[in-house]
């Protein structure tokens, strides 16, 4: 794989990056076709996908949820632990038998996993039914890959040298709440993660291009933007314009529109200017996820991470000291190699201190081309398992509290669709983002509602769409 030292990856250079425009390669050659996609892993990948589904259609085909019905599949693919990989290969054995029923089925794969050079090299040799294998730094090649067709797979995948993408035209899977790359890529090199590979060195967007988008989002209707990167808040540090995460947000809040949200924010780039922005406009949602990754600052200096223990925490404090009822979430990962007992305890202290809103909690898992995965690990997987358990028990506990808090409040939901807990229910999101099930508002999609919470679950809130009566 290409992967640059990490001394070198600690040097900021400014990269050749090169903008690319949306395809606009139209052809009526599969009109009456249709497509099925897959999206696995991060905001990123859902966001890719969108793109994906424009091109596709672009070509004539429509999207079906039914993979018996399909004549061709897009598999966008994660890479971050080894169990997104078994899922895709899991998924391709049983496209493998589909295809023996019906030869003209298109494959596609697409995604962080054809960016790791195992794995397009195993795709190559074992899978040749795949027809298609394309990467993050050329989706806009997927429409002129589908023409060429010719029984050959075809694997066109760039390694680490970025795009920009501007003036892009998605198929966006919600009328209401959109996504708004504001970068792409990583430079922050954690030594677990796979990101700045498959995604390549960080590359900003220009703050008027983001702000048009915003802007043309607004008069579409759209009532809710969220600003898209691995590391938002290190925005704008790779781009010759001195402008930063702050800067941006302020800009972006100054359009008036409903909400703005953004993921995912890294606490050493996390600056005063940052949380004073979020404080002095209302129409930044009071919502950071806030990754913690380990609270032992040991764990936390092999991976990579440029914060201690204690930086966490008074970073924690000053961020609820600053903007009220904030909701603050994490991501935790259990057995990095060698993570003892006393660094596992010091996690659990951390959100025991910092009693989070909610975690996404991970097993460590090994990435092929990162530093840590040549660290000889003496911890055993059920020791990993065990500690994941407990660490989760404690994490969901504290969501339900929080969670209880919000009954018999009023709160404000924008109502995003239908909800699976029945036909009279819709569902929404506060501006702390809980998910909360309501009755009694299905002409309501699409607004922002004030609804009375009634109940509450670890993982989401019930609520009833709040009737003011005039005397
Ligand atoms: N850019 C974001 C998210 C990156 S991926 C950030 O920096 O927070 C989402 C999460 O996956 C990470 O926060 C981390 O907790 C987890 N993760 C990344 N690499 C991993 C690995 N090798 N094993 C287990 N979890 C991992
Ligand atoms: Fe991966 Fe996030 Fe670290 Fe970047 S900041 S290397 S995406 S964990
Ligand atoms: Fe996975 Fe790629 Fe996102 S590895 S988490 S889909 S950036």
Redesign the pocket.
Known sequence: MNLPDLNQAKIRTKQKIEVRNATNIKSDLFVGKKYFIRT??????VHDSEEIKRILENLGFRETLELENTDLVVL?????REN?HDKVFGFLGRLKHLKKEKKELIICIG???PQEENVANILKDKYPFVDIVFG?HNIDDLGKMILNLNHQQQIEVYSIEGRVYENMDYIRDSKYTAWVNIMYGCDKFCTYC??PY??GRQRSRKIENILKEVNTLKEQGYKEITLLG?NVNAYGKDLEENYDFATLLETVAKTKIDRIRFVTSHPWDFTDEMINVIEKYQNIMPYIHLPLQSGSTRILKLMGRRYTKEEYIQLYYKIKAKIPGVSITTDIIVGFPNETEEDFKETLEVVNECKFDGAFTFIYSPREGTPASKIKDTIPIEVKENRLHKLNEIINSYSLAHNQEYIGKTEDVLVLGQSEKGKDKVYGYTKTMKLVNIDGAVKDIGKIILVRITDAKSFSLDGQKEIFVQN
């Not at 966008?76 to 971050?80: D, G, L, M, Y």
């Open positions: 696995y892993g991060c905001q990123m990948n966008n693919t994660c890479a971050i997104a995604g962080c996993m993050t796979i990101v498959t995604r691995q």
